[in-house]
């Protein structure tokens, strides 16, 4: 069977492609620069150039795939806005994959979506959802809350540096998941051939305070915190989308307001026996950098020995 993966230099796209492979399917990627996706056809992919913001680039990418995962997301550093990415490109995707006639397309969205229209880039999210429906594709839409590896500059490397932790005020708890357990659980809904909507979350949830106590348990440092009030968030989001070149930033800040009561998910996560917890990502995390602390402070001082004395 052969994958289209779009987004495949992305947190979660890497850890699509590399299990992909794993499981013995033949993955091509989407992107934009052959350049920079290269250690992906060290993997073994086949690169394809296409751009979503040049619908004409994408028909040739879909020859011969049976399966589209659409793991493409903007950036906050990209020079486009949300609506060329994740409205129009994803648009043309779509069209480009009705006509290649692919068995499921695989589609990334937010829980808590569906009542969050308010949001921009939520909103655009649901806006795909719908034209999926109306689409006649196969489709799964994978709902989810965000990965372990997005708390790293977050929290752990702020209390690790003793930078402030900057955190919003009444944060619900989110049910956080590793990428490489979120793409096992992706790649085997791949083969679908009807239309799905699950979950794409972890078992347990935490709130950020959570978070910053475990990392200061872990580091052995205390944090500096600092709450963000809610009023001062909606006045920042203001002034942000008052600039082009931040209209992405400002976008994301709006996550904060999108509520999930996360009593009422049920969580397909559940087909795996194990799933790796955050305390044990945290753990290794801190424990590989610590120890790279600990070798270069040594190394410095055995430097610092072998300086002549003036």
């Known amino acids: 069977m052969r994958l289209l993966v779009v987004g495949g230099t992305g947190t979660l796209g890497r850890q699509i492609v590399k299990e992909g492979l794993a499981k013995g399917f033949q993955i091509r990627c989407l992107?934009?620069?052959?350049?920079?996706?290269?250690?992906?056809?060290?993997?073994?992919?086949?690169?394809?150039?296409?751009?979503?913001?040049?619908?004409e680039t994408i028909p040739a990418t879909l020859k011969g795939i049976n399966v589209v995962i659409d793991a493409a997301?903007?950036?906050?550093?990209?020079?486009?806005?949300?609506?060329?990415?994740?409205?129009?490109?994803?648009?043309?995707?779509?069209?480009a994959a009705k006509i290649a006639k692919v068995k499921n397309f695989v589609f990334f969205s937010f829980l808590g979506s569906d009542q969050s229209t308010s949001l921009p880039l939520?909103?655009?999210?649901?806006?795909?959802?719908?034209?999926?429906?109306?689409?006649?594709l196969n489709h799964t839409i994978f709902k989810c809350t965000?990965?372990?590896?997005?708390?790293?500059?977050?929290?752990a490397?702020?209390?690790?540096?003793?930078?402030?932790?900057?955190?919003?005020?009444?944060?619900?708890?989110s049910l956080y998941?590793?990428?490489?357990?979120?793409?096992?659980?992706?790649?085997?809904?791949?083969?679908?051939?009807?239309?799905?909507q699950?979950?794409?979350?972890?078992?347990?949830?935490?709130?950020?305070?959570?978070?910053?106590?475990?990392?200061?348990?872990?580091?052995?440092?205390?944090?500096?915190?600092?709450?963000?009030?809610?009023?001062?968030?909606g006045s920042l989001k203001e002034i942000l989308r008052f600039f082009e070149f931040s209209w992405n930033i400002a976008d994301r800040l709006?996550?904060?307001?999108?509520k999930i009561n996360s009593n009422l998910v049920i969580s397909k996560t559940e087909k795996l026996d194990e799933l790796l917890t955050l305390e044990q990502y945290l753990q290794e995390y801190y424990s590989r950098i610590l120890k790279k602390l600990k070798e270069n402070n040594y190394q410095q001082i055995q430097q610092d020995k072998d300086l002549p004395f003036v």
């Open 31 to 55: 992107v934009r620069n052959l350049r920079r996706s290269s250690f992906l056809k060290e993997w073994g992919a086949e690169l394809v150039y296409g751009d979503l913001s040049i619908p």
């Open 73 to 95: 997301t903007l950036r906050p550093t990209d020079d486009y806005n949300a609506d060329i990415i994740d409205w129009k490109g994803k648009i043309a995707l779509i069209e």
């Open 122 to 136: 939520v909103d655009l999210k649901l806006r795909i959802q719908k034209y999926l429906k109306k689409s006649g």
């Open 146 to 155: 965000g990965f372990f590896q997005g708390l790293i500059n977050q929290y």
């Open 157 to 173: 490397i702020p209390i690790l540096e003793s930078q402030t932790v900057w955190l919003l005020g009444n944060n619900p708890p």
């Open 177 to 196: 998941l590793d990428t490489q357990d979120a793409a096992k659980i992706v790649v085997s809904y791949v083969t679908n051939d009807f239309t799905s």
């Open 198 to 233: 699950t979950a794409l979350i972890g078992k347990k949830s935490w709130t950020p305070e959570q978070i910053v106590q475990f990392c200061e348990r872990l580091s052995g440092k205390e944090s500096k915190k600092s709450y963000i009030p809610p009023l001062l968030l």
């Open 254 to 258: 709006q996550f904060s307001e999108i």
